[in-house]
């Protein structure tokens, strides 16, 4: 950042930074399904497998797998790597994929293709977290400027933003 300052091309890195920032992170929430509200969160059954099979999304970004697992961070079979979290490797999740989908099969687990990120998952997460209120607006029933003028959000905003660089068990 010092380097590209003096250079006189600070705008561009921090642009760079914040695009960068923002895919990585919709990439990580678009593995998971938070939003959607037809779920209501329950846990079917007591089978903690089959409820990370049916809570977590599997990513395509070119419809290559081993490709899709490099764009992703290794974050493409994602199923994998919530039944298995000890694999150390994103290509090893797409070896043993084939494996749970045999095994979710035996369990009457439906084996559902995996996502698009760019045409599936990411214009619904932009409509969830950036194009709907927070939860302080809703509470105070605030409008669009209000919600991002406020002393109150940018206050919210800040706590969030030093219990991010202090680690994510303080939020």
């Known amino acids: ?20 920032l923002w895919v990585s992170t919709f990439l990580v ?3 998971h399904e938070f ?23 599997d990513l395509t970004v070119i419809g ?14 994602h199923r994998v790597h919530h039944v298995l979290p000890f694999q150390r490797s ?7 994929e084939d494996v749970l989908r045999e095994e979710a099969a035996k369990f009457g687990v439906e084996w559902l293709p995996a996502k698009g ?9 932009c409509r969830k977290y950036l194009l709907t209120p927070s939860r302080q607006a809703k509470e105070r ?3 669009f400027v209000r919600e991002h003028c406020s002393p109150a ?4 905003s800040a706590s969030y933003v030093v219990a991010g660089f202090v680690g994510i068990g303080s939020v």
């Open 141 to 143: 029933h605030w409008g």
């Open 90 to 96: 994103g290509f090893a999740n797409i070896v043993t």
């Open 64 to 77: 290559n797998r081993y490709v899709d697992c490099f764009l992703s961070a290794g974050l493409s079979s």
């Open 1 to 20: 950042m010092v380097v590209f300052a003096i250079a006189g091309d600070f705008w561009p890195w921090a642009l760079q930074f914040v695009a960068t």
């Open 29 to 31: 929430v678009a593995s």
């Open 35 to 57: 939003e959607d509200d037809t779920q209501g969160g329950a846990v079917n059954g007591e089978d903690w497998g089959i409820d990370q099979l049916e809570h977590a999304n």
């Open 117 to 125: 990120f760019i045409t599936d998952r990411l214009p619904r997460l």
């Open 153 to 156: 959000a940018l206050k919210a």
